[in-house]
């Protein structure tokens, strides 16, 4: 494995490996990396002859620079992971590689963009638009690895990469989940002792709003979780919206969709958290 650190060097080997018909596979990442990243990977490991891993901080998805300030950074374990995964590249640029000058693109995926996350973290999709789409330029992937934790980024990448065009697949894989059912997050690691109790109560909410809609509306439903979350010691509900999986706009039924998709932001103390399930798909 090599740890690179300039575009140039790192589109230099890959432009060799990429003649000789290597299939490329692209992991990208803020660092900070649990087994839920992993199973990204070694899954890009298993489908591509090389795999690149992106281990960059991007300061422009952030709206709250206390948040960008805090935001775990651990290279020198992240390679140590990566490395025992199998992957060919760490690509782990400073942000003046990345951002020479400022970037002025701007992507609107309305309304993919402007609901949730897009409401609650004005400018955030924009960033994640801008350093993926340059990690696209960058590394040139067959195929590209995002979590399904993080539902509406996919499925704005998904969005941008028909629209750009991109010639690469998105490969979207599930949530990681710890034994006792907490979705796999960098931010986890700020969680102390008890707010890692507390935040239990997000997945537990989830699994058990899926047994109650089996008999419920999907009012009712959202009511539950919305109440479970505000009774939580703890926990400050910040949205929880039950959407179709493929617009992700609000359903108030659960018959207008056949993918039905619950999507919620907790914070445990200062610690914002997101998580999703499943209802229908």
């Known amino acids: 494995m090599e740890l690179i650190q300039t575009i140039r060097e790192l589109r230099s080997k890959l432009d060799l490996l990429r003649k000789e018909g290597k299939t490329i596979g692209l992991v990208p990442t803020m660092g900070a990396l649990h087994a839920g990243h992993a199973s990204l990977v070694k899954r890009a490991v298993a489908e591509n002859d090389v795999v690149v891993v992106s281990d960059f901080v991007n300061p422009t998805q952030f709206n709250d620079k206390n948040d960008l300030a805090k935001y775990p950074r651990t ?3 992240d390679c140590q992971l990566l490395e025992s995964c199998g992957v060919t590249f760490v690509f782990a640029p400073s942000v003046e590689e990345i951002y020479p000058e400022p970037d002025m693109r701007t992507f609107s995926y309305a309304p993919l963009d402007t609901v949730m996350e897009g409401k609650y973290r004005p400018g955030h999709f924009n960033g994640v638009c801008q350093i993926v789409s340059k990690l696209f330029l ?3 992937p067959t195929r590209a690895y995002f979590g399904e934790k993080d539902f509406q980024q996919l499925a704005i990448i998904r969005e941008m990469v028909r629209k ?10 599930p949530i990681v989940r710890e034994a006792d059912g907490l979705a796999l997050s960098s931010r986890n690691a700020r969680l102390s ?9 997000i997945s537990k909410t989830l699994f058990a709003s899926v047994d109650y809609a089996k008999t419920h509306t999907l009012a009712d439903t959202k009511a539950f979780v919305e109440k479970c979350i505000d009774d939580a010691e703890g926990l400050r509900l910040e949205y929880f919206e ?3 999986g493929n617009t992700l706009q609000t359903v108030h039924a659960w018959e207008e969709s056949d993918y039905i998709v619950g999507c919620i932001t907790v914070f445990c103390g200062e610690v914002r958290l997101i998580d999703n399930i ?3 798909e």
């Open 278 to 280: 499943k209802y229908k």
């Open 75 to 77: 290279l020198d374990a």
């Open 138 to 140: 960058i590394v040139e």
């Open 193 to 201: 002792q008890e707010q890692r109790q507390q935040a239990l109560q």
């Open 242 to 244: 039950i959407v179709d």
């Open 164 to 173: 750009y065009p991109f010639d690469l697949q998105i490969v979207g894989c």
